[in-house]
């Protein structure tokens, strides 16, 4: 269900979906970054993952991030460059939120 959760936010393997969730993430994310959407990024995250469909096998699932998976070393990763804590808005948690169905990745 996280994959289709990610596709329905407007994650698709052809794109980002106009007038979708996807899209104003990419907007947002473009003219808080001066013009461009950085690799490694929510948004860039997010459309590499709604293209492959890998969400759920990456270890972003609909009940949590798995242990022991790419989702929790990124999580990890992020933790310590913030100082023990996975920041509101950072990758990680943009991408279990959509995962799971919230920020409006649900239908």
Known sequence: MSDQNVRNAGFT????????????MMSREAKASGGGVHSGGPTSTLQEMGARGSTH????????ISSGSQAAHMMSKEARAHGGETPRGGTTSTVQSISMGGKGGRH
Do not use: H
Not at 57 to 64: D, R
């Open 57 to 64: 096998s990456s270890g972003f699932t609909t009940s949590g």
């Open 13 to 24: 393997s052809s794109g980002i979906a106009a007038g979708s969730l996807a899209s104003s």
